[in-house]
Nanobody, 131 residues
């Protein structure tokens, strides 16, 4: 069974950067997609980015051009590099696994970026963007 642990959150000023990490055990990133979601108080969990096993990436319109998803060579950690952060990026950030099939549907925009399609979740890490 997959276990995911997020880290790297914190307080940053607008325009700043943070890099989140998601350590993954129990599943192979050769066969699974990893998604990053975020949830602000009073709002639904929102899909942010997804990394598919072949290295293809998906980004929501709200973060495209500012966030970059990647993984280490050992394929045990997935990163979310967040640049030019805005106050509206403030949220708890989660990583989660999905089948590679779901990842490919996302890539080709054949399914919405929905939390219901993702299975194992980490505990989340808080990101606060404020001056």
């Amino acid at each position: 069974q997959a276990q995911l642990v997020e880290s790297g959150g914190g307080l940053v000023q607008p325009g700043g950067s943070l890099r989140l990490s998601c350590a993954v055990t129990g599943v192979s990133l050769d066969y699974y997609a990893i998604g990053w979601f975020r949830q602000a108080p009073g709002k639904q969990r929102e899909g942010v980015s997804c990394l598919i096993s072949d290295g293809s990436t998906v980004y929501s319109d709200s973060v495209k051009g500012r966030f970059t998803i990647s993984r280490d060579n050992a394929k045990t950690t997935v990163y979310l590099q967040m640049n030019n952060l805005k106050p509206e990026d403030t949220a708890v950030y989660y990583c989660a696994t999905a089948t590679d099939y779901v990842g490919k549907l996302l890539l080709h925009k054949l399914t919405p970026f929905a939390a219901a399609d993702f299975r194992s979740w980490g505990q989340g890490t808080q990101v606060t963007v404020s001056s």
